[in-house]
């Protein structure tokens, strides 16, 4: 038996930079890893097998399952494991919980027979899983281009407490990208400030921004009202990806705590890491 940890993600920034031919658009994201994670443990087995500790996600329509056809198309190897995932990280969150456990499955299988595939066939089948994918085969600190699978991970990385609020809403990311309009988009040549400021968290946060989020929050009345509350109380809360999550760079207040219980709002304490 192998146990594996499958940490969440937050986006510190994420800008929309146009449209491209291939229907997708065109983005600019910082990524960072957390403490949050999924547990996911493996058996070798003569069958192949995916659960999950969540009634949400259908076992056939697991990205897990997906990756290990995947990597059987890819290698000629049918992986056959019986795996379980223990899911803490919350489903449509933004936090990148399926694509996390594809990553883990997908390096612990090909470290299990033997490295058939490269590094760089590694990271080209995971972008080809989905587009968070490739970050999480190594995690840390990372500058995502293109559909957020072209990255530049950083050697530095933060190690800040964060919180963050959960307001029990799946967000479906197509229909976040859907109601982009051109005048949302960012040019690239305002967004090379970004790098001059990823030596300290606070400038950063401070001067960071979220197309998707303002697109989230004007859709989502709940997740307006979980925005207006910490602005009410003084933080500068930001929405992970295209949500639902809003994440605050710092520790909640005790009030902060008593509203969530009282919204029946799932509060997480993690860290970057």
Avoid at 61 to 84: H, M, Y
Avoid at 98 to 104: K, W
Wanted: glycine fraction near 8%; aromatic fraction near 10%; include cysteine.
């Amino acid at each position: 038996m192998y146990k594996l940890e499958s940490p969440a993600k937050i986006n510190l920034g994420l800008w929309v930079l146009g449209k491209r031919l291939d229907g997708y658009h065109e983005i600019f994201t910082i990524f960072h890893t957390i403490s949050l994670h999924d547990r996911i443990t493996i058996k070798p087995s003569y069958i192949q097998k995916v659960q999950t500790s969540s009634p949400l996600i259908k076992p056939e329509e697991n990205i897990v399952f997906k990756t290990l056809q995947k990597f059987e198309e890819w290698t000629g190897i049918r992986p056959e494991f019986d795996i379980f995932i223990e899911k803490n990280i919350p489903v449509g969150a933004g936090l990148g919980g399926g694509s996390s456990n594809a990553a883990a499955v997908l390096k612990f299988t090909n470290e299990y027979y033997k490295f058939p595939l490269s590094e760089e066939e590694l990271f080209e089948m995971a972008s080809q899983i989905g587009a968070d994918v490739p970050f999480f085969l190594k995690g840390g600190l990372a500058l995502g281009k293109g559909i957020g699978e072209k990255l530049r991970f950083l050697e530095k990385s933060f190690n800040e407490e964060i919180f963050i609020i959960y307001p029990n809403i799946q967000i479906k990311t197509s229909e976040i990208y859907s109601k982009i309009t051109p005048e949302m988009l960012t040019k690239k040549e305002d967004i090379h400030i970004i790098d001059s400021l990823l030596d300290d968290i606070e400038s950063l946060i401070e001067n960071v921004e979220n197309t998707l989020g303002k697109i989230v929050e004007e859709s989502y009345p709940q997740i307006k009202e979980v925005m207006n509350t910490l602005r009410f109380m003084g933080y500068k809360p930001l929405i992970s990806g295209s949500g639902s999550s809003v994440f605050v760079v710092g520790s909640p207040a005790e009030e902060i705590e008593k509203i969530c219980q009282f919204k029946g709002w799932k509060l997480i304490k993690t860290a970057l890491k």
